[in-house]
């Protein structure tokens, strides 16, 4: 909203204060003020002209060569096309040079073979309307020469308010309040002014009946003879320098009313309305009205119409009907102020997405006596401006109401202990004073009335009332204390100290890189995986189409930009700790299962035919979820096959991650068929292998701590073990019958080469391991060592491998 | 004996020219060895005369250890030359660049939110979590704002249903009431989290970002506690005291509720980032709003308290002098490697 200095100072005594100054007071004690701007600063270069005479132009009709006194030792000739220039005038001149709005210079020129030394403004060109019929003419005693800004007393600062700071406060939704809130801060004085009801006549008043709790009191006032078909010049200036276009006298004024005392308002032709009069009542279901800007709305039962008879003529507090347009010449006017249920106005304008300056100020909760101050105000400015004027009927004020105006107790001792501050009793009475609110004391507390202007909404308890002396006060007088109590160590969160760990472990020894994704998926994405079908929680509102679904798992996040990793660099590897979310496991208020989980992808280019089967990222992301889970300390981890894997992974490597029973994630190879999908082919065709660890699942499982284990005594003995075997027999079945041969001795088993080759004879493999053989009782030889490889050599037999000596 | 003073000569000339070990043990074979010079003279022995014998075996022997003795200093010579050698650092480049290990990341959200939480808990703040997908009590019912509020024109609400019986929620607040719910008083919390605001998305705003919650519940909490307790944070933030300010600012589930201002850590007289103001806006807080603690079961006759909301996400930003708010949540590892 914008509020300019010149208005302010029609309420309240401003002369000497800065309106930067003003901004920073506001700033401090109201409202934020984000801008603080000049209003029409090209007006101090565009200057007032004196036409000294007209001559016709000697090749155009339509043209006329003037010469236009700028104050200066000789006049300008200035050709002008505008048929209402005329000797005597005093007009706006832009003198060569000047740059007016839309970044166009005035440059001496010759049109048709006059010379021309600058030109004769219109009020368009100078951005100050639309009429572009004529020039601008100003008033006869504009000082020549001097500035238009400054000879019309056009000077204002506009200060644009932060709407969302006047939230909860209706009173500032109009200059009057806004002058008031200055008053009490600066503590200059308010200006007086008439706040009484409306002059009125002796017909009966306009018939208005309210069907509807939603308007609490509608006012109908019947205004006749009103012709002019301009607002002046001051009126105009003052709503141009807040945003508002001017149209004519009484649009101008209807608005005018609204911007300085908060208070929407509406104008009917009477003499078009049914002689039922005003209905005030919910919209038929099915019913339908075409609103002022051409749009056909359709209706709900929960809107708030104002028919004339059963025909609805305005969105009540949003906007009018089409064809309810009153204009000059409308013989006999009814003028609306009413007050409407802010919640009504707010829903039906949020529906129809039709916010207004009206809505947005019912749905802030009007006082419910400022209709007939502003319907008072509206009848003695259009008389003054129209002594013409004759408000022939009684008013119409009919509703259920009351008076908002309240009393509220307040402890002055809760005062100092909510601000911390020695705020005396006095003093806080004297702040309020200051607000326009009464105060009487009685015994330790104050009765505090409240005016109901700020009854409303926003002051209402106590704590409304600390809000008031504290921002009065300025908070920057208030002391610092720092807070003093036990201070008893958080309780442990496990779940935090593992994230912690988890994300150490990675982004250290691993090196990995932290991702944060929005968690918000693709349908697209989804699509890509195969993961379409499953059941996700949705929004009905998303930023854009296809990106509605909330994700359930957080790799989905990962692999949506393995493609982006891959193309600026060859290794990728990448980890987030996120939540996902299961509308399948809804709790019981409704909300949606929740899981915690660890994603992580390694991508990078596919290795060759002859690399050892570990330096595959499957083989080596395994590596990496084996050594957290020891470093979290969780024991007796084990992988299986999963069935059936998620449909973005590798058929078949996909492992399923046990704690002893308990499935904690699965690491898999992304489905090569998915790959391509994903932008991994050609240059970036890539090996990928990702892995899901369930932070719920991982807690569950109570951590050991890595116990100590004795260093080995005795010096052990290291051997290496190669087999052949057949293609298809299992390493982890050799590796165990390796174990059971060592009868407790093998303290470590490492396999070291994994060979396929024509060489070996079809379908065979070659296994080898480093062994360490190693006992607690003796020192073992390599005596124990040809022992133990003559058991290996049985044991293996039996699988159908053999032992290769070398 | 001018033929065994000839030999040590020689060999003496021999040792001195050996350039490494290699050559020193030939050396030592062909005068000591099996076969060598040494063993030549000594078996030669028997054939001279007796009287002359003696002395010959002395020379001969005499020879053996003149030869030892040069090949031993010799050895230490070059050991020294070698030691000398690999000192003098020849070749030595100190621009030629150090091989680059492979690194890992952590976010910067993660950098930042954990010296928050570090220095909260260290004040007796306990850090608390709360879902992202939450229900329309805690993030607007609970928090003062009923249906029909304008101040839920603010939020920018993604909506799951259209009664918001669910919500992405669009702040950490939710977790105030969640927090009075579970904790017994007084108490101190934080809660850092993800937030959404149905919003359209440029260099500063995204529609998604991180923020931390702030709620201390105690008897007698007052203003002057908040603006003290602000104070510590930007000092944990900054490293340094800055000047703060209080304003008004309205948030249904505080009241009083203010901005809080603080003095641009990065200027003095007006910069880009505090659009030439000096202050930059930070947080808003207040004081708990009485509805508030009621809906969290506490009585405001009895409890009080200060809440404050924190934008990590724009913090991260300010910190790192990050210029595009969507680098966050990007996944582009040219951003994630620099930090």
């Not at chain 1, 068929?673 to 990702?690: F, H, K, N, Y």
């Not at chain 2, 000594?42 to 053996?64: H, V, Y």
Request: one cysteine or more.
């Amino acid at each position: 909203m914008y509020i300019s200095t010149r208005w302010l100072s029609r309420h309240v005594d401003l002369d000497g204060l800065d309106a930067h100054e003003l901004a920073q007071q506001l700033t401090l004690s109201t409202c934020e003020i984000e801008g603080v701007e000049p209003f029409a600063p090209h007006l101090s270069a565009v200057r007032v002209g004196h036409v000294v005479s007209r001559e016709p132009h000697p090749d155009a009709d339509k043209l006329s060569v003037c010469r236009v006194d700028i104050g200066e030792d000789e006049p300008l000739q200035i050709v002008c096309g505008a048929p209402n220039v005329a000797a005597g005038q005093r007009v706006a001149v832009a003198t060569v040079g000047t740059v007016l709005p839309g970044d166009f210079k005035i440059k001496k020129s010759k049109i048709r073979g006059v010379e021309s030394r600058g030109m004769i403004c219109s009020e368009r060109e100078l951005e100050l309307g639309d009429d572009h019929s004529g020039i601008w003419v100003l008033p006869e005693d504009a000082a020549i020469g001097e500035g238009v800004r400054e000879a019309l007393g056009l000077e204002d600062w506009v200060l644009e308010v932060d709407n969302k700071s006047l939230t909860h406060r209706p009173d500032l939704w109009g200059h009057r309040g806004v002058a008031r809130e200055v008053a009490a801060i600066t503590g200059r004085k308010l200006l007086d002014l008439d706040l009484s009801g409306p002059p009125t006549g002796s017909e009966p008043p306009p018939p208005v009946r309210i069907e509807s709790a939603a308007c609490s009191r509608y006012l109908g006032l019947v205004i006749e003879g009103a012709r002019s078909e301009r607002a002046p010049l001051w009126m105009r200036m003052l709503l141009l320098a807040v945003g508002q276009r001017p149209i004519d006298l009484l649009v101008d004024l209807s608005n005018f009313v609204m911007l300085d005392l908060g208070q929407p308002n509406h104008l009917f032709d009477q003499s078009a309305l049914s002689p039922e009069g005003i209905v005030v009542r919910r919209a038929h279901p099915g019913e339908s009205m075409t609103t002022l800007d051409g749009e056909e709305r359709s209706l709900e039962p929960s809107d708030l119409v104002i028919c004339s008879g059963d025909q609805p003529v305005a969105l009540a507090g949003i906007m009018g009907a089409e064809g309810s347009k009153v204009g000059a010449g409308t013989e006999r006017l009814l003028l609306e102020v009413a007050t409407f249920d802010p919640a009504v106005v707010r829903r039906t304008s949020a529906r129809l997405g039709l916010r207004t300056d009206s809505s947005a100020r019912f749905e802030k909760h009007l006082d419910p006596t400022l209709p007939l101050q502003a319907a008072g105000h509206f009848a003695r400015l259009l008389r003054e401006l129209e002594p013409g004027v004759s408000f022939p009927a009684q008013l119409a004020d009919v509703g259920e109401w009351s008076d908002p105006a309240t009393t509220l107790e307040l402890r002055p001792e809760r005062v100092r202990r909510a601000l911390g501050g020695e705020l005396s009793d006095d003093e806080q009475a004297s702040l309020l004073e200051r607000l326009g609110f009464g105060v009487r004391r009685e015994g330790e507390c104050l009765r505090v009335e409240v005016p109901s202007a700020r009854a409303t909404k926003d002051v209402t308890i106590e704590q409304d009332l600390i809000e008031e002396i504290g921002r009065l006060y300025r908070y920057g007088n208030l002391p610092e204390a720092p807070l003093v109590g036990t201070i008893r160590p958080p309780a442990p969160d496990p779940t935090r100290r593992m994230v912690r760990q988890i994300q150490d472990r990675l982004a250290g020894d691993a090196r990995f890189h932290e991702v944060k994704s929005y968690s918000f998926q693709a349908r697209d994405l989804h699509r890509r995986l195969g993961l379409d079908e499953l059941e996700y929680v949705t929004v009905i509102n998303p930023v854009a189409e296809g990106l509605e679904r909330v994700r359930r798992d957080v790799l989905p996040s990962l692999l949506a930009v393995a493609e982006l990793g891959r193309r600026h660099r060859d290794d990728v590897r990448l980890f987030e700790v996120g939540k996902g979310y299961r509308p399948e496991c809804a709790g019981e208020s409704g909300e949606p299962g929740e899981v915690h989980q660890v994603a992580l992808l390694w991508a990078g280019p596919p290795p060759g035919q002859d690399a050892p089967y570990d330096q595959a990222r499957f083989w080596r992301l395994r590596g990496v979820v084996e050594d957290l889970l020891r470093f979290l300390e969780r024991d007796g981890v084990g992988f299986v096959p999963l069935d059936p894997p998620p449909p973005w992974a590798h058929p078949v490597k996909c492992l399923e991650i046990r704690l002893g029973e308990q499935p904690v994630g699965l690491v898999a190879e992304l489905d090569p068929g998915a790959a391509p999908r994903l932008g991994l082919e050609g240059e970036l065709e890539s090996d990928v292998a990702c892995a899901v660890l369930d932070l719920g699942a991982l807690l569950a499982v109570p951590a050991r701590t890595a116990a100590y284990r004795p260093i080995p005594r005795f010096p052990g003995v290291k051997v290496d073990v190669a087999i052949l075997a057949p293609g298809d027999l299992p390493a982890g079945e050799l590796a165990a019958a390796i174990e059971a041969a060592g009868k407790g001795v093998v303290a470590d088993l490492d396999l070291f080469d994994l060979y396929r080759g024509e060489s070996l004879g079809a379908g065979k493999k070659s296994l080898a391991w480093h062994v360490l053989l190693q006992s607690e009782k003796k020192t073992l030889t390599d005596k124990d060592a040809q022992k133990f490889l003559g058991r290996v050599e049985r044991a293996v037999e039996k699988l159908g491998a053999e032992l290769r000596r070398a | 004996m001018t033929d065994i003073q000839t030999l040590a000569e020689k060999a003496r000339a021999e040792v001195a020219a050996a350039a490494d070990e290699e050559a020193l043990k030939a050396i030592e074979r062909a005068y000591t060895g099996k076969d060598g010079v040494v063993a030549g003279l000594l078996a030669a022995i028997p054939t001279l005369d007796p009287s002359e014998r003696r002395a010959a075996g002395i020379a001969a022997n005499g020879l053996k250890q003149t030869v030892l003795e040069a090949i031993g200093s010799r050895r230490e010579e070059l050991a020294a030359g070698a030691l000398a050698a690999r000192r003098s650092g020849e070749g030595f480049d100190p621009t030629l660049p150090a091989p680059r290990p492979s690194r890992g990341s952590l976010h910067p959200l993660t950098r930042v939110t954990r010296e928050l939480e570090d220095l909260f808990a260290s004040m007796g703040y306990e850090v608390l979590d709360g879902p992202e997908v939450e229900l329309g009590h805690y993030n607007f019912e609970a928090l003062n704002i009923p249906a029909d509020h304008p101040a839920r024109d603010s939020q920018d609400t993604f909506f799951i249903d259209p009664e918001a019986h669910l919500v992405l929620r669009t702040h950490t607040s939710p977790v105030q009431v969640r927090a009075m719910e579970r904790l017994e008083p007084p108490f101190r919390a934080i809660a850092p989290g993800k937030v959404f605001r149905q919003e359209s998305t440029d260099a500063s705003h995204d529609h998604t970002f991180y923020q931390m919650e702030g709620l201390v519940i105690g008897e007698d909490i007052s203003v002057a506690h908040l603006i003290g307790a602000m104070k510590t944070l930007l000092r944990g933030i900054f490293g340094r005291e800055l000047e703060v300010r209080l304003r008004p600012g309205y948030f249904p589930f505080v009241e009083p509720g203010f901005e809080l201002d603080a003095r641009c850590p990065f200027c003095e007289e007006g910069c880009s980032v505090c659009k030439r103001t000096t202050w930059i806006e930070l947080l808003p807080c207040g004081l708990v709003h009485p509805a508030v603690l009621r809906a969290g079961g506490l009585d405001p006759e009895r409890w009080s308290g200060f809440a404050f909301g924190l934008g990590l996400s724009r913090l991260v930003m300010l910190r790192y002098g990050i210029d595009d708010v969507r680098h966050l949540m990007g996944g582009d590892l040219r951003f994630l490697e620099q930090f």
